[in-house]
């Protein structure tokens, strides 16, 4: 049995809201004791007064969560300036978090920290990551290397990067009754847990595929041996770089591929920054989509996730979308949820946020990867 249960508020003042999440999940709950949860925060609360009174109604919870850009739930739908909170039961998985400190200063260190801190709390094996860890002080494709250091190149890994609304300032990531920066907290799966997911972004390569031959990290220098900003005025014209025409970049099987968007670019010599990595010679395309195209991906996502959980019953689905999905959609943000509580033929307890980079494997099997401007869809359940 694996039973999830969601509770999520947008009252302003921190104590009440945390009190009505407290309040719909014990309803939920009917009696049953959570061992696990996971929390999705605006900036502005006062996250150790919400942390410590969830420890208080739940004692001995194994609980992470961040701060976000948006928050989704079945309860209130898509909400900004609001806490959301997901909590689990069973009697057949176990469920047990840890964090990882100064990922800016090592992430393989802070990863591996955050996994072995978790590991130790049971004798069983793995099945399943979540984690939300920073976004601003270190490459989150830099974190993720580091989890699959720790947990196996083909594990599994889902979540998304804390946010701030924006402002790029400064975020924060929970652990039990602590509020972090600059860490990693994961929450590991063991047991008889079932998942599935999917990952759409509407957006379609087109164009000839070129190679990456000139990078540092995730500043592009050269396409094809030519400035990369050539490579984008070839396209665009005087239209500068922008999140609206992300780079696809093709995994190793040549079909697959994830996207990367541009935040900046270099005039003087051609250079362009993007939001996460690009290995040295990826192929990759540059890449468009309408409004449409975008609000289509969130149902593909979710119908790819259904069609291929490997159970009869979900216990519940949780979604991680992108901040720049939320501002490029505005006021039609809202419909990305809708999108998905419509092709399921019971309630579905869901829970999610928009965060500043996205993680999932591709496809059902295979590496975990790094996404940009993606919608991510994780349905759980058990045998």
Same mark, same amino acid.
């Given at each position: $049995?694996?039973?999830?249960?969601?509770?999520?508020?947008?009252?302003?003042?921190?104590?009440?809201?945390?009190?009505?999440?407290?309040?719909?999940?014990?309803?939920? #709950?009917?009696?049953?004791?959570?061992?696990?949860?996971? #929390?999705?925060?605006?900036?502005?609360?006062?996250?150790?007064?919400?942390?410590?009174?969830?420890?208080?109604?739940?004692?001995?919870?194994?609980?992470?969560?961040?701060?976000?850009?948006?928050?989704?739930?079945? %309860? +209130?739908?898509?909400?900004?300036?609001?806490?959301?909170? $997901?909590?689990?039961?069973?009697?057949?998985?176990?469920?047990? *978090?840890?964090?990882?400190?100064?990922?800016?200063?090592?992430?393989?260190?802070?990863?591996?920290? *955050?996994?072995?801190? &978790?590991?130790?709390?049971?004798?069983?094996?793995?099945?399943?990551?979540?984690?939300?860890?920073?976004?601003?002080?270190?490459?989150? %494709?830099?974190? +993720?290397?580091?989890?699959?250091?720790? #947990?196996?190149?083909?594990?599994?890994?889902?979540?998304?990067?804390?946010?701030? =609304?924006?402002?790029?300032?400064?975020? /924060?990531?929970?652990?039990?009754?602590?509020?972090?920066?600059?860490?990693?907290?994961?929450?590991?799966?063991?047991?008889?847990? #079932?998942?599935?997911?999917?990952?759409?972004?509407?957006?379609?390569?087109?164009?000839?595929?070129?190679?990456?031959?000139?990078?540092?990290?995730?500043?592009? /220098?050269?396409?094809?041996?030519?400035?990369? +900003?050539?490579?984008?005025?070839?396209?665009?014209?005087?239209?500068?770089?922008?999140?609206?025409?992300?780079?696809?970049?093709?995994?190793?099987?040549?079909? @697959?591929?994830?996207?990367?968007?541009?935040?900046?670019?270099?005039?003087?010599?051609?250079?362009?920054?993007?939001?996460?990595?690009?290995?040295?010679?990826?192929?990759?395309?540059?890449?468009? *989509?309408?409004?449409?195209?975008?609000?289509?991906?969130?149902?593909?996502?979710?119908?790819? &996730? $259904?069609?291929?959980?490997?159970?009869?019953?979900?216990?519940? %689905?949780?979604?991680?979308?992108?901040?720049?999905?939320?501002?490029?959609?505005? $006021?039609?943000? =809202?419909?990305? /949820?809708?999108?998905?509580?419509?092709?399921?033929?019971?309630?579905?307890?869901?829970?999610?946020?928009? @965060?500043?980079?996205?993680?999932?494997?591709?496809?059902?099997?295979?590496?975990?990867?790094?996404?940009?401007?993606?919608?991510?869809?994780?349905? +759980?359940?058990?045998?």
């Amino acid at each position: $049995m694996l039973k999830i249960v969601v509770g999520h508020s947008n009252d302003p003042d921190s104590l009440a809201a945390v009190e009505e999440v407290i309040q719909q999940c014990t309803t939920s #709950l009917t009696g049953e004791t959570p061992q696990a949860g996971i #929390l999705f925060s605006a900036i502005d609360f006062d996250h150790t007064l919400i942390l410590q009174q969830i420890h208080q109604a739940f004692p001995g919870i194994e609980l992470i969560g961040g701060t976000t850009d948006g928050e989704i739930s079945s %309860v +209130l739908e898509f909400q900004q300036d609001s806490i959301t909170l $997901m909590l689990f039961c069973s009697d057949e998985i176990e469920i047990f *978090a840890g964090v990882g400190l100064n990922v800016s200063i090592d992430p393989i260190v802070a990863a591996k920290q *955050a996994v072995e801190q &978790a590991k130790t709390k049971t004798t069983a094996v793995p099945q399943l990551c979540l984690t939300h860890p920073e976004s601003l002080t270190t490459s989150g %494709v830099s974190i +993720l290397n580091g989890l699959k250091l720790a #947990l196996g190149e083909k594990f599994p890994i889902f979540g998304g990067l804390a946010a701030d =609304q924006s402002k790029y300032q400064n975020t /924060y990531q929970f652990f039990q009754t602590e509020v972090f920066s600059d860490s990693v907290p994961v929450l590991l799966f063991s047991g008889n847990v #079932l998942f599935s997911h999917g990952v759409a972004s509407g957006w379609f390569p087109i164009g000839k595929t070129s190679k990456v031959t000139k990078v540092k990290k995730n500043i592009v /220098y050269e396409i094809d041996g030519q400035p990369a +900003l050539d490579f984008y005025r070839h396209y665009l014209g005087t239209l500068p770089p922008s999140m609206e025409y992300p780079l696809a970049v093709f995994d190793e099987d040549g079909v @697959s591929f994830y996207l990367r968007a541009p935040i900046a670019y270099d005039e003087t010599i051609g250079s362009i920054t993007f939001f996460a990595d690009i290995p040295e010679q990826a192929n990759i395309q540059i890449s468009e *989509a309408g409004h449409q195209d975008i609000l289509a991906a969130s149902h593909a996502s979710f119908m790819n &996730a $259904m069609n291929n959980y490997p159970g009869t019953e979900p216990a519940g %689905v949780l979604f991680f979308s992108c901040v720049a999905r939320r501002q490029i959609l505005g $006021m039609e943000t =809202q419909q990305e /949820y809708l999108n998905t509580k419509n092709y399921f033929n019971q309630f579905l307890p869901a829970c999610g946020f928009y @965060s500043n980079g996205e993680i999932a494997p591709i496809k059902s099997t295979g590496k975990t990867h790094f996404h940009n401007e993606t919608f991510v869809t994780l349905i +759980l359940g058990t045998k």
